[in-house]
């Protein structure tokens, strides 16, 4: 069998006397696209954040693509890593945010360019090349001069996606990615995500797009209160909730 | 009996409110600027031939450079420590953060005559300065008198008391990056090192540079207080001056003159590196031709 793309076991993560996330189990493999649904401060955030140890994890251990994140095993511990290999690790892994961060003092272009050319340290020409290749993908290859000031929020997310991609990363994370964009600008940051769906990137979506949810993704995945409390294909969790839970919840945004 | 109607309301002329005491205002103005003039001008006391004979003087050039001299190390002393101090204040460690908050307490805390008295009379408490082990051997050591110079004192007290100021500077600066801007660099790979330097520190800096611009017109001007350590600065060889021919308000003049030319110059320096740092701040900025627009 494949090595599953991210593999949490028994993830806790807490704030203080806080417990956000407990016991979390899941595998996603590769290629498989998988939302977290589940209200406001149900972890679902928090639990995509640890799969890039952006947010440290108190228990259990995460692993994308086979091996432990953040942390390094030996003699039956798990030993901290340093800063500076811990961003290694997150080579693989391409974010998008809520709020896009975009970098302000550089255009669209040069956001796209920025890693690539510092962090892998790849020729400027051809990563040039490629990133008007993803900003054309995305649909902005006439906003590449632009900076983020002069973009539309819808237009920011879709440089932030190209931002990620430019990486070329085997997972991509989306932290409500279109939670910050004005209703008419959303279809065009889903049009994107869609396509990179059927282009076979393994993405875990924390979204409060239902429709996306139901026709894009394969599995989802309803959190609340820090816990799984129910998963499975989109049919079967939005047509027939098992949970008290997850129907008191869909009853409110279905 | 009706009246005819001449006029409609849409080609009635429109009378602007006046606004005359505007007017009294600049005549009183225009009045004193014209006495101020003229005292300037007809005051054979002022002794313009005097203030024209020293301003090239070569006494006088060599205190412009003195204190364009401490001006520009004691600045570079203050960024430089300034920084460090801020990034201890930011940092994990409560030792450091403590040790920075101390600094500024001390430094923010007591005039900056008396630090500059302090450091000059460091050798009556301390006469000899060592390096070695704390509390061990010493390897080398030299009289505190021979080190620390005139000019060593003003430069101890003037970047030692500016690195206080710089420290909060950088401090805001680096707080006034929006923390996402961090973790978008973090998820793209980048160490620690490198998001500080492509990432936190541009945009830090537009909120650095300005104030330190205008801690560098401050400094200028506050260097004079070096005379009171016998130095010959712009200030003291004015003093020096006129203490021989008793022509303090010409030799004054000459000073000023040189303080705002030199502040005149730096300001105009601030505000076109406020106006490179502001890139991609501003929304009305046109945008930058890539390649592709460019062959067009």
Redesign the interface.
Known sequence: MNTPMVEAIGVRKVYGHNVVLESIDLTVEAGEVVSLLGPSGSGKSTFLRCI?H?EPIDGGEISVNGSLVGYRRAHGKKYELH??DI??A??D???V?Q?F???????A?ENVM??PV??QGRAKGDV?AEA?ELLDRVGL?D????????LSGGQQQRVAIA??LA?RPRLMLFDEPTSALDPELVGEVLDVMRGLAQDGMTMIVVTHEIGFAREVCDRVVFMDGGVIVEQGAPADVFNNPEHARTQAFLSKVL | MTVELTTTPADEPIVRLRHPWRWVAVAVIVLYAAVLVRFLVTNDALRWDLVRGYLFETSVLRGVVTTLKLTVVAMLVGAGLGTLLAIMRLSENPVLRWTSGIYVWFFRGTPILVQLLGWYFLASVLPEISLGIPFGPSFASWSTNDVVTPFMAAILGLGLNEAAYMAEIVRAGIGGVDPGQAEAAEALGMSPAQSYRRIILPQASRLIIPPTANETITMLKQSSLVVVLGMLDLTGTAQAIYSRNFQQIPLLLVASIWYLALTTILTYVQMRLERRMSRGAATSRRPRRTRKGAQR
């Open positions: 890039n952006l800063r500076k961003a290694k997150r080579r892994v391409g974010m945010f709020r961060n975009l970098f302000p003092h550089k255009t272009l920025e890693a510092i962090v040039r008007m290859t906003r590449a001069g632009h900076y983020p000031s002069m931002r990620a990486m």
